[in-house]
């Protein structure tokens, strides 16, 4: 078993849909959670952080941890057709220098 | 600045062939990543260095060599590629780690290098 599991089925949502995303992770020693984005051919950039459980909010977008299900979250409120990209869940262990990502969603909003 | 940058962005090679990807970053960072992305696979890390003159093999090292003797350079070596390595690498550098929890530890990433091995 992977240590990060999404599901890296694509998923397209009309423009004003609200974008659901998650990732399960087995690791109980994860204590930073990650959200990148990586638009068409460009590399992945850093678009939401969480420090141990909890909601984080940024403008149109949410990430949610919980840790007592190792389950993470990402909502996108208000797609806009300039959200489509695919979106990597990526966590980190206290102290370690590496991350784990996710296989990745690719969204696409249709205007 | 112009943050991690990467050499070639495109490159097709016949099996047997061997070549350099060369990574660059310009932000001091300590930390240097490479990893490849290939569909419904992810990122998966190849090798990865947390300093000069180091090194160490990630989830997927072999068929590939890696050097740090710059700081600021971190390559990736294929000595006989193979049509398996047919992928996108990307580079990534961060800081040293810190446990701030104001410190994600963020790693930046360069554009990407596409290597078709025929």
């Known amino acids: 078993q992977k240590e990060v599991e999404q599901d890296p089925g694509p998923l397209s949502v009309p423009e004003g849909a609200i974008v659901s995303l998650n990732c399960t992770y087995s690791?109980?020693?994860?204590?930073?959670f990650m959200w990148y984005r990586q638009y068409s051919r460009k590399g992945p950039e850093l678009l939401m952080y969480?420090?141990?459980?909890g909601n984080k909010e940024d403008g149109r977008f949410t990430a949610q941890v919980d840790k007592s299900s190792k389950y993470i979250s990402l909502f996108i409120r208000d797609s806009q057709p300039s959200d489509s990209a695919t979106y990597l869940c990526?966590?980190?262990?206290?102290?370690?220098?590496?991350?784990?990502f996710g296989k990745g969603n690719q969204v696409v909003v249709i205007p | 600045n112009a943050g991690v940058t990467q050499t070639p962005k495109f490159r097709v090679l016949k099996t047997g062939q061997s070549m350099t990807l060369l990574c660059a970053q310009d932000?001091?960072?300590?930390?240097m990543y490479w990893y490849r992305q290939d569909p419904g696979m992810g990122l998966r890390l190849i090798h990865y260095?947390?300093?000069?003159?180091?090194?160490a093999k990630g989830e997927v090292p072999d068929g590939y060599n890696v050097s740090r003797l710059k700081k600021q350079n971190f390559l990736l070596g294929l000595e006989s590629a193979a049509p398996s390595q047919t992928s996108v690498y990307f580079c990534?550098?961060?800081?040293?780690?810190?446990?701030?929890?104001?410190?994600?530890?963020?790693?930046?990433f360069g554009p990407g290098t596409r290597l078709t091995v025929t």
């Open positions: 260095s947390v300093g000069e003159g180091t090194t």
């Open positions: 690791n109980s020693a994860f204590q930073y």
């Open positions: 990526a966590m980190r262990i206290l102290g370690g220098n590496r991350l784990a």
């Open positions: 990534a550098s961060s800081y040293l780690f810190s446990d701030r929890r104001t410190s994600p530890h963020e790693q930046y």
């Open positions: 969480t420090y141990s459980s």
């Open positions: 932000m001091n960072h300590e930390y």
